[in-house]
């Protein structure tokens, strides 16, 4: 409650700390890095999946995408044979319009948060995504029909009602910031912050989470369950730097956030990237992005190879 | 040349661009040379009237285009008016009709800048070349000040036709009659045809409505034309004349001066009607001033004859019933300017980037007090039913054209429920945006399932908040007034939007959001 209270910053001090604000992300980062003509490569996940296959970038098995209201009678087959599934638009964002099937019986869908759907509900569901409700401009979207991803224990006693998912800002193919993404009870298992989900900093360099932010103010524990979120160690974690940056490389976006989750058996898998990734981030890691995105901005050429990136990891990890 | 140092340069472009543009005008306004026997005028009305009520109606006649004359710039100044649609140029009159909002005092203020030329230069919009039926009865029938069937109008035309065999021109004699046989009369002279026929003496009146109602009898068609003689003037009174049809074309005919046929140049048509230039219905005391003034050469005069590009940029000369639009859609880009601030600069997050702007355009036609009771009746009871609609389980654009379809039956029952109550609004006063106002409750109402009530509110009271700065804007009427005389001055928000779009300092939203990055106080805890 004291935040509350407290006077907001000054844009000197701000600056001060390398706090990157939305305008110059866009005028400076976004705009410049990201051509326009890739953000399909992001904004459509079927897209994404397919340059993530290509690349064998692991992502979760697809099942089934369905275009059309007439695929909508082919449903119950499609997943008579899968125990858990998740169905999500290709074309949403911030979590929307997504639903995890914990189990089914063909006739009665019972989802991750324990709601009862008919196969009739279902389909309607899955007929407003393909309507475009939740896709970015309303336009006709598809639905994905994908492997449910099963949360790795790591998270156990920090994730609550959902699966957390890892965020890694690139720019320039080199990994600037990392977050941990928890879900709580007020953000009704979805891993948003601005709906209440908690964040915590992960180093780069090892991979262990730090600090913490609940609705922009600082934090250490879970706000549900009592859990330190402080110093967990994310496991594969070079592996999930890899990917994130053959990503990047892959979808030509000089600025991109990747989104992963981690599976029990698999490892890190890739959930969607982000041509205008947020800046709570920040917070997140009590840090600034200015920072760091100048330090890269400064590097030549060679210095941001693929085998030199290490070292500007660390770099950037001691960044403050 | 990158994009943050090519900026300031573009902006400066266009500042210096615009400042040009409008110094040129301004320059030339005092530069236009005008050719010998043309002039520049300015007939000003100033009217006062009292109102017991809203809902009076002033209606003002404005001055005919001829081909002698032409009026090249028009503005209407009034405080506590609101302009009816105006009617489109009719045979007998172009009138703008203004309604009351309260009782009270009124003022209004006309001003026609005038272009006069002893030669007939002009294509008139609307010259008359043939009658119809229905015209035709128009100006063969009698009424209070002309009355054709009067014994006196019909026992002097009979005399006067038998001094007049077929081939000799009745009409001149009728009109020599008026002038000759009927004096000048005194003050209280007959005003009326009958009156001045039979004591040989009428007002100047009178006099035009005693040919009128000669002409009328012989099944000639006549009508009254009422203007002014354009000179200088501080107090001007309006003249009558006559106009005969001679089967081509209507003729002018002026009994107090014995013009026939041909008037001075500087005779100004208002109406064809022979009725007032100003009147007021439901409402006293009329006062109505007319003066002339003599004008120094300006714009748009020398442009009449040849149509110069320049003259595009000039709105003043299109028709007066355009100018409160196109003022308007000129402030739109400010609403545009005022939304990109907010939403660059303030951070404040809306419904829709445009909403905001198009919620404000809406209420600069209403009556704020109807339109927000309307809006916020609207917005709730499409909530209620887009909340009973989900239940439903429709598809989009079927559930999106029921929650439509419902908006306009509300904003309808709305109108019928406030004139039921007697407090009727204008047509326009709910001429909301009901698109706008459909997707505003579906993304309410999606924003609240999806996020939480608290945010969709923030939402709504970010797009309320917007709304209302562009409302204040849109109705400033100084800047609509000076856009609409030098629509070039965007170029000026052009230039602010530019400079605005490279701006990549802290929205003031985000020293709120970061606010936790001020230097460490004892409560936070360290950094590893």
């Known amino acids: ?320 | 040349m990158n994009a943050r140092k090519a900026t300031p340069w573009v902006a400066g472009i266009l500042v210096m661009t615009g400042m040009v543009c409008i110094g040129l005008r301004i320059r030339t306004q005092h530069e236009l040379q005008l050719a010998s026997g043309e002039s520049l005028w300015r007939l000003t009305y100033a009217v006062k009237f009292q109102t017991e009520q809203a809902g009076a109606r002033l209606s003002l006649a404005i001055p005919f285009d001829t081909p002698r004359c032409r009026v090249f710039r028009q503005v209407v100044r009034y405080s506590d008016l609101q302009p009816e649609r105006l009617r489109a140029p009719l045979l007998e009159a172009r009138e703008i009709d203004l309604v009351t909002r309260h009782a009270g005092d009124q003022n209004l203020t006309a001003r026609f800048d005038i272009h006069l030329s002893r030669r007939a230069r002009f294509s008139a919009y609307d010259s008359e070349t043939s009658l119809t039926a229905q015209a035709r009865a128009e100006y063969l029938r009698g009424d209070k000040g002309i009355q054709v069937e009067s014994a006196a109008v019909t026992e002097t035309l009979q005399s006067i036709r038998r001094e007049t065999p077929p081939p000799d021109d009745l009409v001149k004699r009728l009109f020599e009659y008026c002038h000759t046989q009927i004096v000048a009369g005194e003050e209280n002279a007959p005003a009326d045809a009958a009156g001045a026929i039979k004591k040989k003496t009428g007002s100047p009146l009178g006099r035009a409505r005693a040919l009128v109602a000669l002409c009328r009898a012989n099944k000639t068609p006549a009508r009254m034309m009422t203007g002014f003689v354009v000179e200088e003037s501080e107090s001007l009174e309006p003249r009558a004349w006559v106009e005969v049809w001679n089967g081509r074309r209507w003729e002018p005919f002026e009994p107090v001066n014995g013009y026939m046929r041909e008037l001075p140049y500087n005779y100004l048509a208002v109406r064809r009607d022979g009725g007032d230039i100003v009147r007021v219905t439901r409402g006293s005391g009329l006062e109505s001033h007319f003066s002339v003034l003599r004008l120094p050469s300006g714009p748009g005069a020398a442009r009449s004859k040849h149509r110069s590009l320049l003259g595009l940029v000039d709105l003043t000369r299109l028709p007066l019933e355009m100018h409160e639009v196109l003022s308007l859609i000129l402030l739109l880009p400010l609403g545009g300017l005022v939304t990109a601030f907010f939403r660059t600069m303030v951070g404040v997050r809306t419904f829709g980037t445009f909403t905001p702007t198009l919620i404000a355009l809406s209420f600069v036609f209403a009556d704020w007090r109807t339109g927000i009771f309307v809006f916020a009746l609207v917005l709730s009871l499409g909530l209620v039913s887009r909340s009973f609609l989900d239940r439903l389980k429709l598809l989009m654009v079927p559930r999106l054209s029921v929650v439509l379809t419902l908006v306009v039956l509300c904003i309808i029952f709305c109108v019928s429920l406030l004139d039921y109550v007697h407090l009727t609004p204008g047509a326009q006063a709910v001429l909301l945006p009901m698109v706008i106002l459909t997707m505003t409750i579906e993304r309410f109402y999606l924003t609240s399932e999806e996020d939480s009530v608290p945010f969709a509110l923030q939402l709504l009271a970010g797009t309320v908040a917007v709304a209302v700065c562009c409302y204040l804007v849109l109705r400033w009427a100084a800047a609509g007034r000076i856009l609409f005389m030098f629509p070039e001055a965007h170029l000026f928000t052009i230039a602010v939007l530019i400079l605005m779009g490279r701006y990549t300092g802290y929205r003031l939203t985000e020293l709120w959001r970061f606010r936790d990055f001020k230097p460490r106080g004892p409560s936070e805890p360290p950094r590893p």
């Open chain 1, 1 to 320: 409650m004291t935040s509350l209270l407290k006077m907001p910053a000054s844009p000197a001090e701000l600056r001060a700390r390398g706090v990157l604000g939305i305008n110059r992300r866009n005028a400076d980062f976004v705009l410049p890095a990201n051509p326009r003509s890739h953000y399909p490569r992001v904004d459509d996940k079927v897209l994404t999946k397919r340059i993530c296959e290509s690349r064998g970038i692991p992502v979760p098995e697809t099942f089934a995408v369905i275009e059309c209201q007439g695929d909508l009678r082919r449903f119950s087959d499609l997943v008579r044979e899968r125990a858990q599934f998740v169905i999500k638009p290709a074309h949403g964002s911030e979590g929307r319009g997504i639903v995890v099937v914990a189990e089914h019986d063909h006739e009665t869908f019972r989802t991750s948060g324990g709601e009862l759907h008919s196969l009739a509900d279902m389909c309607y569901h899955i007929s407003t995504v393909l309507s475009g409700l939740y896709s970015l401009a309303g336009q006709h979207d598809q639905a994905i029909v994908e492997q449910r991803i099963v949360r790795h224990a790591v998270f156990e006693r920090v994730a609550v009602g959902g699966t957390p998912d890892i965020r890694v800002i690139l720019y320039r193919c080199v990994p600037v910031m990392a977050m941990v993404r928890l879900p709580t009870r007020e953000s009704r298992g979805r891993a948003n912050l601005h709906q209440g989900a908690v964040a915590a900093a992960v180093n780069l360099r090892t991979g262990e989470t730090f600090g913490g932010v609940c609705k922009d103010h600082f934090i250490t524990e879970h706000p549900d369950t009592g859990a330190t979120i402080d110093g967990l160690r994310i496991p594969f974690w070079d592996k999930l730097l890899e990917a994130a940056q053959d990503l990047a490389a892959a979808l030509e976006l000089g600025y991109v956030g990747v989104d992963f989750v981690l599976d029990a058996a698999v490892g890190p898998v890739i959930l969607e990237a982000n041509a205008r990734p947020g800046l709570a981030i920040q917070v997140a890691n009590r840090c600034g992005l200015q920072h760091r995105l100048d330090f890269l901005d400064t590097q030549p050429p060679e210095a941001l190879a693929p085998a030199r990136r290490a070292e500007l990891v660390a770099a950037l990890s001691e960044m403050k």
